[in-house]
């Protein structure tokens, strides 16, 4: 009975061969099955539709269901009373026409004005009645009617008023016992708005004495104002986002006001972080829901449309759980037909919207499906007592299809990349030790006896801290001694500094005050003071370090290149690169998490690169509030920088003894620091020779740069001469005068530590401020550069057995946290998986891509790329390949901004699930953004995902990522005879090397033995300063924006046993982070299950469409229930493309 009809109007039958005109299915094409679900119903559309048949003829068709008896004269009469633009939608014309299908029922639609102007007693009779709210809509007069008439009603209409409150939607929902997200309903008297239950600070509010900490949603109680606000914490930049109604190609706008409403009643509730997309959920009545997503309003506001001009969504797959929920919600509201919303967050779905009567919009299938339940709704309550002769029709079960892969076509299974944060501005810091009792009472109220530490970075305490500095300047005003002026110098500072932006956002500034029983232990380079015994507190103030312009476009643009790693790129989609990565998030099959530090930049390059990553536009604060996982999640990506480990001090204790030797550096001096023999270390040690006298040009380099500085400051014509990122001349003045203090200290002896912050600062003036024109920076980056090569990667340990200790002090918990990354990749139906027949360019449908991204600083990549060196993961001796990466390696000499290490998990199908070359694991590296003069000596990788030098020739048939960007059909490629196997190669290549399932060896032993310079990106020369865009993972933005180098991989036929077994190995030698990791573990999981690895894979569940006639002694989510039976969304679905049921799974 899913036929479609195309006839004059309501109840009358179907005009001779029509076929269905409207919609994107089908234009046309009169020999396709339209309503492609596998049954035999469908099988008779066919021959129905070939043959043009007349209504007659349905009618006899049909008495196969009407156990062949005449029918009675008397018809079922459904009324459609609602507004003319809800009754004359095209859905619901849609609905109407198949529901006219069913031999017994006529429908009548009740016009507008007379809903409107006539009495209910002139209203057209009916046996059932459709009718639901809309603006405008006279509620209260269908209320009147049913009870005059008292028709069978679909929708009831006394729920109707509750579903027009929030708060009565809510209370609903709670007694159903339905997760929705803690709230709390503010009531205000619109006579008297200041009387109300709210206090409001700065990042967080209390209603009613319930406290919601930002980011939190503010709705208005009544369901038809759209306006629902979300609220951000300050730390991640404040402002509000504002939702409306969609206007356009926009649902909602980042605004920067932090306050809320004042006037009206709302519910306030807590901010779920569902990463991106909501749910939208249809049901008709209670065992059928058809679900879809569609991008998050509050993300970037921006409304994703397809060709069209339709919103983009895409079916979705519901879990036993949410079937459950879909069904409680139609039954509470008794609403068959009802529409509400779900967000999928923490493993668990809450519903935060119910809409009532809704249908979806676009999609034959549900069009069909709707038609049908309704149908048999009205027949089974009204058959009986109008006498007519019906039994329910029953329906074979949908066969649900998956492909088959065949060749070595491997699945990409798991992405996982430890990125450092991107261009920031130069770190600094300032110390002081403290005695005044305001300060110990500020560390006392904020709990700093307790670990005799504390961190303060919340806007309200920096002005604590600012009012004591302003307080005490104004006592020490009175007296001048040097003393006293020593410490006036420092509290000035600490104003200016704290003063600087005029406000306060917790991302740039924070003080730190450590509690000494003492006093300062020695009189260090800054600080001379006359020593006082008792206590006293050290304060340092951080600031500084802030991702700049240059930052974001780098890792937007990273975000937007490292797409290209993802498979597939069908859909709508298709025409730009990496567009697979786009469907499968949109789709739900891109597990993705992305993890910060708790370092502002590093939040904020999480967020550029989510950004890029997904196609999102606007602000980076919605972005970084949703879709970054932050916190410091004990250890897991945050190190505490101040408190060393032994192991460190005593290397840095060697290491300043060893460069502050005023003679050439002697063979032994090169055995002791650099006894790996790294190639990158040898020739700064070159460039360096004597370090004292080094550190003395360095110096002398300082005092001229600042004497050149406050030249310019003298000059009329540079006093407003606007400096990068809105720093000015004096503040560039106080950069380098206090490395000039720091850097030489009185005893005439170099401070080594401050060698990095020499280096950063000239770093950064040369790329940013070079037009400032001062002289001799390019010998000061040089030598700088030189010694910094030295200081920063020896500061992790300089023999192999101290960089492995030191690593492990850093990044056990990080590596248990890929360990299970890597062994949690399958997954039971908790993960959000895609309806199998919409998963074409993709292999298997029910699997999804899991990705993991680590943004954090430079002491965790160093840490890292450490273990993975010195760890004992490969030997060196038998590996060739490897031998080549460590080469590698030890030739880089910096790891820059955005240095990236990557992690790749395949599955090759055909293998047997228990062997070890069933998954399969690549290692990746690049060493971040290029620098100042880097391009003649950069060291050579072998290029990324490299094939086997037989394929040496065979160059042009290399596809590379531009391939991606042209929009390819996704015609099925036979599966039997896999495209283009060139026989020399080990590799199999199809049309799209591109997209990167394909580009996996079929054996390990042999991709090791020779392997070129044979990269993905062939039009790329690794010499050329730029690389475009397009062409793989490097490139140029605005010209402030140095390209970031390509990955190379490291290493590309590792099995995960080895992986896993060595993972296991480094984190168990260091035995004293074990109990540290656990906590750090235990607070990070969420309640989902853990299957084994090697696991086979879940058959899916099949999708029925007719699930209104289960037997009522089957619970209703048992396994043979649909999983939720799904249409397509346009031109999504493969049923508008292909005919029949070739589906086209293309690899």
């Not at 509010?205 to 629902?228: I, L, M, Q, S, Y």
């Not at 404040?238 to 605004?255: A, E, P, W």
């Not at 040089?782 to 057995?801: C, F, H, M, N, W």
């Not at 750090?1080 to 894979?1097: C, E, G, I, M, V």
Request: hydrophobic letters at 30%.
């Amino acid at each position: 009975m899913s036929e479609s009809c195309n006839g004059p109007g309501p109840g009358v039958g179907l005009a001779p061969g029509a076929v269905e005109a409207e919609g994107p299915a089908g234009q046309g094409q009169r020999e396709v099955p339209r309503f492609l679900v596998g049954c035999e119903d469908d099988e008779q559309d066919m021959g129905q539709m070939e043959a043009g048949m007349k209504n007659e003829m349905f009618r006899e068709e049909d008495m196969e269901d009407d156990d062949y008896e005449s029918p009675p004269e008397r018809q079922i009469l459904v009324g459609i009373c609602a507004m003319v633009k809800k009754s004359k939608s095209k859905p619901m014309t849609q609905i109407l026409e198949r529901l006219c299908k069913f031999d017994y029922i006529n429908v009548v639609i009740f016009p507008e004005e007379v809903i409107l102007e006539e009495p209910v007693e002139n209203w057209p009779l009916c046996d059932c009645l459709i009718s639901f709210h809309s603006k405008g809509f006279p509620l209260d007069k269908a209320v009147e009617y049913v009870k005059l008439r008292n028709p069978l009603l679909i929708n009831d209409l006394n729920m109707q008023y509750f579903i027009q409150d929030r708060r009565e939607v809510y209370r609903i929902l709670l007694e159903e016992g339905i997760d929705l997200p803690r709230y709390a309903v503010l009531n205000r008297d619109p006579d008297n708005p200041e009387e109300c239950n709210l206090v409001e600070c700065e990042d967080h509010v209390e209603v009613n004495g319930e406290v919601f900490p930002k980011p939190f949603v503010e709705k208005p109680v009544c369901a038809e104002d759209h306006n629902v606000y979300i609220y951000y914490p300050t730390s991640a930049g404040g402002g509000s986002q504002r939702l409306f109604r969609k206007i356009g190609s926009r649902s909602s706008v980042y605004s920067p006001e932090s306050s809320v409403r004042k006037t009206g009643s709302y519910i306030y509730e807590e901010f779920m972080p569902t990463d991106g997309t909501d749910v939208k959920v249809y049901t008709v009545g209670p065992d059928y829901a058809h679900a879809e997503a569609r991008k998050s309003p509050a993300l970037d506001g921006k409304v994703e449309r397809d060709s069209e001009g339709k919103e983009i969504r895409y079916p979705v797959m519901l879990t036993a759980m949410e079937k459950l929920v879909a069904r409680k919600v139609c039954l509470a509201f008794k609403q068959t037909v009802c529409g509400f919303d779900l967000l999928r967050a923490n493993g668990h779905s809450f519903v935060c919207d119910v809409n009532g009567f809704s249908f979806v919009k676009n999609s034959m299938k549900y069009y069909d499906d709707c038609a049908k339940v309704l149908g048999n709704m009205v027949m089974r309550e009204l058959a009986p007592q109008f006498h007519i002769p019906w039994s329910i029709p029953m329906e074979a079960e949908d066969i649900p299809i998956v492909p088959t892969t065949s060749g070595t076509m491997m699945e990409l299974r798991c992405v996982i990349a430890i990125i450092r944060h991107g261009d920031r501005t130069p770190k600094q810091k300032m110390k002081m030790e403290v005695r005044h009792p305001l300060f110990f009472e500020l560390f006392d109220k904020y709990g700093g006896y307790k670990s005799g530490k504390l961190k303060l970075k919340k806007p309200k305490q920096l002005q604590e801290v600012l009012d004591i500095a302003r307080l005490l300047l104004v006592e020490l005003g009175q007296h001048t001694d040097c003393e006293i002026e020593e410490k006036k110098s420092k509290l000035e500072q600490l104003k200016t500094v704290l003063e600087m932006y005029g406000h306060f956002s917790g991302i740039n500034r924070k003080v730190q005050l450590t509690y000494l029983r003492n006093g300062q232990p020695k009189a260090s380079s800054e600080e001379e003071d006359s020593k006082k015994d008792g206590p006293s507190l050290l304060l340092v103030l951080k600031w500084g370090g802030e991702l700049t312009p240059a930052g974001r476009v780098q890792a937007e643009e990273l975000g937007r290149a490292f797409r290209c790693m993802y498979p597939g790129g069908q859909g709508d989609y298709a025409g730009f690169p990496g567009c697979g990565l786009l469907r499968l998030h949109s789709t739900y099959r891109h597990d993705l998490k992305i993890y910060a530090s708790d370092e502002g930049r590093v939040q904020m390059t999480a967020a550029a690169f989510a950004k890029g990553l997904l196609a999102l536009e606007g602000e980076l604060t919605p972005i970084l509030v949703q879709m970054v996982k932050s916190a410091n999640m004990n250890g897991l990506l945050d190190s505490d920088s101040d408190s060393l480990t032994d192991c460190q001090q005593k290397v840095k204790a060697g290491l300043h003894e060893i460069m502050q030797r005023d003679q050439d550096f002697t063979e032994d001096d090169y055995q002791k620091l650099a006894p790996t023999g790294s190639p990158s270390l040898v020739n700064s040690m070159k460039v360096i020779q004597n370090p004292v006298k080094t550190c003395d040009k360095v110096y002398a380099l300082i005092q001229s740069l600042t004497s050149q500085i406050r030249k310019r400051l003298e000059d009329p014509k540079s006093a407003d001469l606007q400096l990068y990122h809105s720093e000015t001349l004096e503040l560039m003045l106080q950069r380098w005068s206090k490395l000039e203090r720091d850097f030489r200290m009185k005893n005439g002896r170099y401070d080594i530590s401050k060698i990095p912050d020499i280096y950063d600062c000239i770093k950064y003036d040369s790329q940013h401020n070079a037009s400032v024109g001062l002289e001799d920076t390019l010998e000061l980056f040089r030598l700088s550069r030189a010694l910094a090569d030295i200081v920063i990667p020896q500061e992790y340990g300089i023999t192999k057995a101290e960089k492995l200790d030191i690593a492990q002090a850093y990044c056990v918990p990080l590596m248990k946290k890929i360990q299970l990354d890597l062994q949690r990749t399958h997954e039971d139906e908790a993960v959000n998986k895609l309806h199998p027949l919409y998963s074409r360019g993709v292999m298997s449908p029910g699997r999804h891509v899991r990705t993991r991204l680590y943004f954090t600083s430079e002491s965790h990549v160093h840490s890292l790329l450490s273990v993975c060196r010195y760890g004992g993961l490969l030997d060196e001796e038998k590996d060739q390949q490897w031998k080549q990466a460590m080469d590698y390696l030890s030739a880089v000499s910096e790891l820059n901004y955005m240095t990236q290490i990557v992690i790749m998990l395949y599955e090759d199908n055909n293998k047997d699930p228990s062997s070890e070359e069933r998954f399969h694991v690549e290692l990746h590296f690049s060493p971040g953004v290029k620098g100042c003069e880097d391009e003649e000596n950069v060291p050579l990788g072998f290029g990324f995902r490299p094939a086997s030098s037989e394929n040496e020739d065979k160059k042009p048939n290399q596809g590379s990522l531009e391939d991606l960007c042209q929009d390819q059909t996704d015609q099925a490629i036979p599966i039997s005879e896999p495209i283009n196997i060139q026989r020399r190669s080990p590799m199999i290549r199809s049309r799209k090397t591109g997209s990167m399932e394909v580009l996996s060896e079929t054996s390990p032993t042999q991709s090791t033995k020779g392997c070129t310079s044979h990269r993905l990106f062939p039009s790329v020369s690794r010499q050329s300063p730029e690389i475009k865009p397009t062409s793989g993972l490097g490139f140029e933005g605005c010209s402030m924006v140095p390209s970031i180098y390509p990955l190379e991989t490291l290493h590309n036929s590792l099995s995960l046993k080895q992986v896993d077994e060595f993972l296991s190995t480094v984190c168990e030698s260091s035995s004293e982070a074990h109990a540290k990791t656990m906590r750090a573990l235990s607070s990070l999981f969420d309640s989902q299950s853990q299957t084994s690895l090697y696991s086979p894979q879940q058959p899916l569940s099949s999708s029925g469409s007719e699930t209104s006639l289960r037997p009522p002694s089957q619970p209703l989510w048992h396994g043979s229930i649909p999983s939720s039976a799904v249409s397509s969304a346009g031109p999504s679905s493969p049923i508008t493309e292909s005919s029949g049921l070739n589906f086209s799974f293309s690899e």
